[in-house]
């Protein structure tokens, strides 16, 4: 049996993604699309992530990360490819 091709992305969204619920918020949606990975806060106020699962559950999630939920107001979002983990869950990291 062939292993499923996984994708492995960090995210790094600015604008005004602090105090507005988006690191609960991303953690449901990606908890939702079966990913793994985490998310974060940044000293700078911007909110960093890592995803990782099939194409398109990892595109999936960067879709919903150009809006975030109801209060955002994603200015950028910078994806990159990052090494492969192997995450259980999708967890919100400490502040970092």
């Keep these: 049996m062939e292993e499923e091709i996984q994708h492995h992305k960090r ?3 600015f604008g005004r993604v602090q105090g507005v619920y988006y690191r609960a ?3 449901q949606e990606a908890e939702r699309l079966g ?3 985490w ?3 940044r000293p700078d106020g911007s909110v960093e992530a890592e995803a990782h699962g099939s194409p ?3 595109a999936a999630l960067i ?3 150009q809006h975030g939920p109801p209060g955002a107001r994603v200015e950028r979002l910078e994806v990159t490819e ?4 192997h995450y ?3 967890s919100i990291e400490r502040n970092g």
């Design 25 to 27: 918020s991303t953690q």
């Design 35 to 37: 990913l793994s990975g």
């Design 39 to 41: 998310v974060k806060n």
């Design 82 to 85: 990052c090494p492969a983990a």
């Design 11 to 13: 995210l790094h969204i």
């Design 88 to 90: 259980t869950a999708f």
């Design 63 to 65: 879709a919903w990360c």
């Design 56 to 58: 398109s559950a990892v």
